[in-house]
């Protein structure tokens, strides 16, 4: 069974630190609280520091930048929302429950953090935790167990962001007395009478999940928002290379930024590429390989730059390069 329950990193001055999930609650309680006399958008703004939140998607995400729009629009709706609930204004809760679309490894599961810690200063949520599903978290495999199972994960998930994964596979059009269906029905009802505590966040890949929505008009009709994650282009992908190694404390020796610019444009063009995280595996194997070299030499007195370096040799020996052998001779002369 996999359900992981992510916690929100805090990086911001507000939960950073050594806050406790507690903390972080009760900074969220004197949020609301002080945002209750505010009458204008900086001052919510300030009380829920959700800014900071919008600030370090800009900075730790390469591109999407018509998802960060998204993201920033929807702040901005509940911003309002905040300052007309002050007012008085009639006001029924904004729906609130999106559709992430977009191939692998482009970024869902990382904005759907941020988004669950946005919703959270802003009070929309009382804990902004994720608990991320697929459809064996929600569907049982014989009759009556699928309702306590979806109601479980429900229970889990409220005061945050239900997250489901591959959110297609609860429909089974081939499969009439599929379990699936009840599982979609228990989520339509909670999407509809729970919607001031649980934002619910469809994932998938684009086309599959247009079908799903053509077969299930409900489920459909209850997305407010539907954010699109494009692949990323040969450029963010080395962008996104580059501050996964700050990260790291890892950089790329001389040449080796080359190499692995010609290890993406092979890779992208090869079966199950899978954007962001496909770089992510690629460092993986290259701080591997370069283990493995410095390894070998017993005696050698080792500095920090040759345990932080990444050599060409290291992104060299990859089977990308070996199913192109053309390409692995044109690149024996950086060695
Ligand atoms: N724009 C980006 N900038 C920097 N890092 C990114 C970006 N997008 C994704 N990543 C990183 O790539 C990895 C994969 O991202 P994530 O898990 O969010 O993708 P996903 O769309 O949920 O993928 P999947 O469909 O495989 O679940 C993560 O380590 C994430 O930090
Ligand atoms: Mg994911």
Redesign the pocket.
Known sequence: MNMPMYSIPGSTPATAPAAGPGAALADADAASESTAAARTVAEVLAHSQVEAVLNELDH?????VPVKTRVRDIAALLVIDKLRLNLGLASQASSLHMCFT?N???????VALRMAQILHRLGYVRKGHVVSVTRDDLVGQYIGHTAPKTREVLKKAMGGVLFI?EAYYLYKPENERDYGQEAIEILLQVMENQRDDLVVILAGYPDRMATFFLSNPGLSSRIAHHLA?PDYAAGELMQ?AQ?MLGTLNYRFGPGAAEVFARYLALRIRQPHF?N??SV?NALDRARLRQASRLFADRDRVLSAADLTTLEPADILASRVFLANPGDAHAARPDL
């Open positions: 730790d995400l390469v591109g999407l977009g692998p490894g482009t970024g869902k599961t990382t994964d994650f996104i501050k899978a962001a995280r992510r």
